[in-house]
């Protein structure tokens, strides 16, 4: 096959800015609320959290922010990342689509997240800051935090949702390499921890509760700040790195997307690979349909409400508006760990209320159908939440096949499923069911959400 498969960017093409797709909106994306006043949210409410330079970037009206050298430096460990035109899941697929995968696998916790948590820790480094907490759900998050922290000397405390530190006890030892220290959550560190505990010792816990449990912790040291691994917006900043590179990539070759699909937890790898692209669409330049994909178990965007909610369970957190199923909702415990989250990116969801993106929930048997098909024509096995943008951009490449279509459809693998075989073995030996979402439960959660008078 004389095609290249394997798109690269030399090094001195990599993107040196970050993109804030904030001033290219149509209107501007609601303010976070102080919880107590519920008024707009100024940088003070957050000094305690955060260090003031990502406190500026969150709510920065720059379109574009430089990216520092020393950060440059540290992502050259592994960027530019590949972009791959998937010519051998296409033949599987009997497909005339074009499907080409940005792959950020490559990195050295395996996911997209270090091209967030690099930054976030090198902030905090300049300030000060001696260590940092944070709260990570399928281990994901925490060994890249883990990582960064190494990198630039800062300690790493980590709460890991209970559930999976007992799944995924080569994720905490991975942490642990890189010099984390990690809890289950609830934990007994804490005295929300401890009240979850004795209500129930064998709690699952979730990413709201871990983050509270983070949270808490971070507050009480001046020399502490926390971290989050997704839904604000300086970490989909952090992220449009990808789909920076994957602009210049495609441009290589002379494509344009015409549909982009992503995964969507919190947000972030979807924002990162989707916010350039959505910027070319409003420039006129391209027009790709651009989809948010998320699990029918945790229907955030599909089945949750536009309303502001608190970040964490135990309500510490900024209000933010979002698409949120309540932040009791405490989600089954499906594969894809990492799209567990009640949440939504405010501004995920904020272009979603626009109408700029659309959004599909897929049952996970069908996406790990897909995931396989994947692994078998193109050799890498995705990590479980990608698992959900491969079956979306089957779906569509099928579609094509119906049609008769040459679309080009563009999608990220935003992490590789090394650590994540359990889940394979469940779905090879006929175990994996699909959990559809009861309106009741979603009714119950939604029941914790705050009335705010201006929504
Ligand atoms: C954390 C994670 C996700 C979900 O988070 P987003 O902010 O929605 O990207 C998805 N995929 C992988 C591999 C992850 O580690």
Not at 25 to 34: D, Y
Not at 322 to 329: D, K, N, Q, S, V
Request: aromatic share 8%.
């Amino acid at each position: 096959m004389s095609q290249q498969t394997k798109i690269l960017l030399e090094e001195h093409e990599m993107p040196r800015r970050w993109y804030n797709i904030v001033p290219d909106l149509p209107e501007p994306p609601p303010p976070p609320l102080h919880p107590g006043t519920h008024q707009p949210a100024v940088a003070e409410d957050f000094a305690a959290l955060f260090p003031k330079a990502l406190i500026a970037q969150e709510m920065s009206q720059e379109r574009y922010i430089d990216i520092p050298d020393q950060i440059l430096e540290v992502y050259r460990l592994w960027r530019p990342s590949p972009l791959f035109r998937a010519h051998r899941l296409e033949k599987l697929l009997d497909t005339p689509a074009k499907i080409y995968y940005k792959y950020e696998g490559v990195s050295p916790a395996g996911s997209h997240k270090p091209n967030t948590a690099v930054p976030q820790v090198f902030y905090n480094a300049q300030e000060g800051i001696r260590k940092l907490t944070t709260e990570t759900g399928a281990g994901q998050w925490g060994s890249s935090l883990a990582f960064a922290c190494a990198q630039f000397g800062l300690e790493c405390e980590i709460w890991q949702v209970a559930a999976s530190y007992r799944a995924k006890p080569y994720r905490r030892t991975m942490m642990e390499v890189w010099g984390g220290k990690v809890h289950p959550s609830p934990s007994q560190v804490t005295a929300y921890g401890r009240e979850l505990l004795a209500q129930d010792p064998q709690h699952p816990g979730s990413l709201g509760i871990a983050i509270s449990e983070a949270v808490m912790e971070a507050v009480e040291d001046p020399q502490t700040r926390y971290a989050l691994g997704s839904v604000l917006n300086h970490v989909l900043l952090h992220q449009t790195i990808i789909g920076e590179e994957a602009l210049l990539q495609l441009a290589k070759v002379g494509d344009t997307p015409d549909v982009l699909v992503g995964c969507t937890g919190g947000g972030s790898n979807f924002g990162g690979l989707a916010f350039p692209f959505l910027r070319e669409k409003l420039k006129g330049n391209m027009d790709p349909v651009i989809r948010c994909v998320e699990p029918t178990a945790c229907p955030t965007l599909t089945k949750g409400q536009y309303r502001y909610d608190f970040g964490d369970t135990a309500g510490l957190t900024p209000l933010m508006k979002m698409h949120t199923l309540g932040h009791a909702f405490i989600p089954e415990p499906i594969h894809a760990g990492g799209l567990r989250y009640h949440g939504m990116a405010p501004l995920v969801s904020h272009i979603y209320a626009l109408g700029l993106v659309e959004a599909i929930a897929i049952p996970q048997t069908e996406c790990f159908a897909g995931a396989l098909q994947f692994a078998r024509a193109e050799g890498i096995v995705p990590a479980p939440e990608p698992t959900h943008a491969i079956a979306a951009a089957v779906r569509e490449a099928l579609a094509c096949k119906e049609s008769g279509e040459e679309k080009t459809i563009l999608t990220a693998l935003c992490g590789h499923g090394h650590l994540d075989l359990g889940s394979y073995e469940k779905y090879l030996a006929g175990e994996m069911v699909d959990l559809d979402l009861a309106d009741e439960q979603i009714e119950a959660a939604m029941q914790s959400v705050p009335e705010i008078s201006s929504t």
